[in-house]
């Protein structure tokens, strides 16, 4: 099925058919996960159990943009100054 990207606000959108959502048991603010993978958006229905997991998940690829992060150096910098040790 072809759709077109539509002004939204100030975003773009699409719209999912109707069929597509009966069919994935999905409903009106059911919350979903997006995600990027490569050249292809993966739209994934977060169910109520594993809205922790898909948090950390957020998490681990928030820390995948930190480069070098060492927290225990980190940390230890840190009571250095305060302490002055």
């Given amino acids: 099925m072809q759709t ?3 002004k939204w606000g100030n975003s773009q959108g699409l719209c999912i058919p109707k069929s597509f959502l ?3 048991n999905w409903r ?3 919350n979903v996960d997006i995600m990027l993978q490569g050249d292809t958006i993966v739209i994934q229905k ?3 159990h594993n809205k922790k997991a898909a948090a950390f ?3 681990k690829s928030l820390r995948i943009h930190v480069d070098d992060f ?3 150096r980190e940390r230890d910098s840190y009571l250095e100054e305060k302490y002055d040790l």
Avoid: G, V
Wanted: zero cysteines.
């Fill in 57 to 59: 998940d957020q998490l």
């Fill in 28 to 30: 009106e603010s059911d």
């Fill in 22 to 24: 009966r069919e994935l």
């Fill in 4 to 6: 077109t990207i539509r």
């Fill in 70 to 72: 060492d927290m225990e």
């Fill in 46 to 48: 977060i169910k109520p």
